[in-house]
Nanobody, 122 residues
Framework: VQLQACGGGLVQAGGSLRLSCAASGRTFSMLAVGWFRQAPGKEREFVAVMGWISGSATTADSVKGRFGISRDSATNTVYLQMNNLKPEDTAVYFC????????????????WGQGTQVTVSS
């Protein structure tokens, strides 16, 4: 499975961005696609995950009510809609795919995209 993430950029606090993650290759093996982020000097943090077959969605408490995850099965694309962005949301955002389930643990994901930078200015 190959993952291509895009959509990051520079935005002011309170603004919105939508990240995209396009999957290709052995997508039939995927059970979940998730988003993680990593700020400088910090560990990679779970943001959201969607069950690829079930369509169930889970978001981290830190972004609940502001971020939403969705998918377009026809194009094998998963989106992360980010609203009311805060400076603490600044990080490199990664999408990842799992063959085993919708986990919040990054170590459960076999496939990773290259990351896209999101910078929120105050």
């Amino acid at each position: 499975v190959q993952l291509q993430a895009c959509g990051g950029g520079l935005v002011q606090a309170g603004g919105s961005l939508r990240l995209s993650c396009a999957a290709s290759g052995r997508t039939f093996s995927m059970l979940a696609v998730g988003w993680f982020r990593q700020a400088p000097g910090k560990e990679r943090e779970f943001v959201a995950v969607m069950g690829w077959i079930s369509g169930s969605a889970t978001t981290a408490d830190s972004v609940k009510g502001r971020f939403g995850i969705s998918r377009d099965s026809a194009t094998n694309t998963v989106y992360l809609q980010m609203n009311n962005l805060k400076p603490e949301d600044t990080a490199v955002y990664f999408c990842a795919a799992s063959d085993s389930g919708p986990y919040s643990n990054a170590q459960k994901y076999e496939y990773w995209g290259q990351g896209t930078q999101v910078t929120v200015s105050s």
